[in-house]
C-alpha cells in the first residue's frame, strides 16, 4: 500500500484530499500546526492520522509521495527533509490531476467569485441524477456532508482555485485540472499576496481556457466584462450565462419569497422552464445557471436539474443561518472581497426589504488587509444599516499598504450610515447584543474564523432574553 504524507495544506483542503486518497485505498498522514474540530474530527472519523507540528521525524523511509501544500516554504524542517532525503514530492494540484483526473471529464468551476456554491450545486445536480460524480469543492456542501464525494462515474467536478499551488510552483491550482469543461463566471482583482495586478490574473485565465480541448466547452459568465473577453481566446465551443440580453442561458423574472429564489430560464431565447433554488440573490441565480448549463452539457433535462436545484441544502458559511435569539438572525457568510459583500447584502436586503441589517466584516484576506480597496469598500455596504469593524487582521502590514479602517468608517458616516470601529470581538458581540432588537438581520462576513464571534454573540443574545 502506497503511504502519503500531507504537509502545508490548509483545513478544509487536507481534510478533503487525505479523504480522497484514502477512498482509493492509500495509506495517508498529515502534519499541521494547528488541527482543531470540526475538521480534527473529521479525520479521526476517517482514521486518517494527523501529527501536530511539522518535525523532520515525522518524514520517514517508508513515504512513497509527500504532497506539499501553499501554506508552507522553505525553512519549514518537514520540507528540508524531503528535499535533503529526495523523496517524490508535489503540489496539490498535482496529486488530485495524477490520482483521479487523467481518466475522468474534468468538469472545473472558475473564476473570482462563487466557485463555492456553483461547484456544490453543479455537483449535487450530477448526483441527483445519478451520474455517480466525484467532487471536490473548498467548503463544505451540506448535500454531501463534506466538501468531497467519490463516485464510480465519468464525472469530476471541481472548484478551480486561481491561488498558487506550491513553494515551488506559483501558477494557479486550476492550470493542474485537465478541463473538459470550463466555467468562469467572472474576473476581479484579488490575491494581492500572489498577483501584482488584475492583467496577471487575466494571464492565469487565458492560460485555463487553453487547455480546454477542441471538443470541450468554455461557459463564462456574460454579465461579466472580463469573463466575455476570454471567449475570443477559446478553440472550444463557448457558451453564456447570466441576467443579461444576448447570452446563451439567461436568467429571468427572479422572485424571492421565504428564503427562496425564482427564475425562469431562456436558452437561446426560448424558454426551457422555472427553476427555484434556496439561496438569495441575483448573483447565486448567475451560479445556478452556471449549474444549468453544465447540466445540459453532459446529458440532462430542466426537468431533473430544477429537481435537483429544489433538493439543494446550500454550503456552510455561504449565508448560513447559524441561529436565531430573540428574533435577532445570526448569519455566517465567507465574503471578504468587496464584490462578495455588496452582492451579498443586495441578497439580503431584496429578501428583506424592511428589516434592519448588521453587517459585521472582518477585513483578513491578504487582498481586503490592503489598500487596493479603499474606496470599493465604502461602496460595499450600502446596503446595510449598521457596519462594524474590527482591526485589520494582518496589523504588520506598512501604514501606505493597509487598509484603513478609520477612513473607511469616515466615508461610510458621510452615506448617513451607522459604521464603528470596533477593535475586539467581544466588543463587537456586546455592542451588538445590546443593541439589535427582533427582526435584525446580523451579517457576519470573515473568511477566518473571526474569534468564533458567531457562538459568542448567539450565546450573548441568549444571556440578554434570559435576563
Known sequence: MKRIHLIGICGTAMATLAAMLKRRGYDVRGSDQNVYPPMSDFLAEQ???????????????????????????????????????????????????????????????????????????AGWVLTHAELDPSVFIGGIAENFAGSYR????????????????????????????????????????DHADIYADLESIRVA??????????????????????????????????????????????????????????????????PIGLFEVPLLGAY??????AAIAVGSAVGLNPDTI?????????????????????????????AHHPTAIAETLAGVRSAYPDRPIWAVFEPRSATSCRRVFQDEFAKAFSAADHVILPAVFRANLPDEQRLSIEQLI??????????????????????????????????????????????????????????
Open 205 to 270: 485565465f487565458r492560460r485555463l481556457v487553453n487547455l480546454i480541448p477542441r471538443r470541450g466547452l468554455l461557459l463564462l459568465g456574460g454579465d461579466d466584462r472580463e469573463a466575455r473577453a476570454l471567449a475570443q481566446t477559446a478553440r472550444c465551443k463557448v457558451e453564456t450565462f447570466g441576467l443579461s440580453d444576448g447570452v446563451d442561458w439567461q436568467g429571468h423574472d427572479l422572485k424571492i419569497d421565504a428564503g427562496v429564489t425564482h427564475f425562469g430560464v431562456r436558452r437561446g431565447g426560448t
Open 284 to 289: 447565486n441565480v448567475r451560479n445556478a445557471l
Open 410 to 467: 469616515a466615508d461610510l458616516r458621510a452615506r448617513g450610515q451607522d459604521a464603528r470601529y470596533v477593535p475586539r470581538v467581544d466588543d463587537i458581540v456586546a455592542s451588538v447584543a445590546r443593541e439589535a432588537r427582533a427582526g435584525d438581520l446580523v451579517v457576519i462576513m470573515s473568511n477566518g474564523g473571526f474569534d468564533g464571534i458567531h457562538e459568542k454573540l448567539l450565546t450573548a443574545l441568549q444571556t440578554r432574553a434570559a435576563g
Open 47 to 121: 482514521q486518517i492520522a494527523t501529527l501536530q507540528g511539522y518535525d523532520p521525524q515525522h518524514i520517514t523511509a517508508d513515504l512513497d509521495l509527500v504532497v506539499v501544500g501553499n501554506a508552507i516554504s522553505r525553512g519549514n524542517p518537514e520540507l528540508e527533509e524531503v528535499l535533503d532525503r529526495k523523496i517524490r514530492y508535489c503540489s496539490l494540484p498535482e496529486a488530485v490531476r495524477d490520482h483521479f483526473l487523467w481518466g475522468a471529464r474534468s468538469i472545473v468551476i472558475a473564476g473570482t467569485h462563487g466557485k463555492t456554491t456553483t461547484t456544490s450545486l
Open 150 to 189: 467519490i463516485g464510480g462515474g465519468r464525472d469530476f467536478v471541481l472548484e478551480g482555485d486561481e491561488y498558487d499551488s506550491a513553494f515551488f510552483d506559483k501558477t494557479a491550482k486550476f492550470l493542474k485540472y485537465l478541463p473538459d469543461v470550463a466555467v468562469v463566471s467572472n474576473i476581479e482583482f
Open 306 to 334: 430544477a429537481e435537483a436545484f429544489r433538493r439543494f441544502k446550500g454550503v456552510r458559511r455561504r449565508m448560513q443561518l447559524r441561529g436565531t435569539v430573540a428574533g435577532v438572525a445570526i448569519y455566517d457568510d465567507f
